[in-house]
């Protein structure tokens, strides 16, 4: 949930002053569907610029940086697996 909507300085005080270039998940999902987003790899920087900042703003022992880093962790890896999964399908496709 921390990554839901845009950080409010409510919540975070400070945040603007830290982050200059905030993300979250509704302006991701917005940003997809406006086509402002076209490829994977304008996905991917913009999802890692979203756990980039919540490590960049919260101190180490935060359990949103901690939410962060394993996040990200998992996401990376989901993103491997999928390459290599369209690489392997590529590489059929291209045998028939």
Request: no cysteine; glycine share 2%; hydrophobic share 40%.
């Amino acid at each position: 949930s921390p990554f839901l909507k845009p950080v409010s300085e409510r919540q975070a005080p400070g945040y603007k002053d830290v982050v200059k270039r905030p993300m979250d998940l509704t302006s991701l999902k917005r940003n997809l569907s406006k086509g402002r987003i076209r490829t994977m790899a304008q996905f991917q920087r913009d999802l890692m610029l979203m756990f980039q900042n919540a490590v960049m703003y919260n101190d180490s022992d935060h359990h949103v940086y901690h939410m962060a880093v394993e996040m990200q962790r998992e996401v990376l890896e989901q993103i491997q697996v999928l390459s290599i999964w369209l690489d392997k399908r590529r590489d059929l496709n291209s045998l028939e």
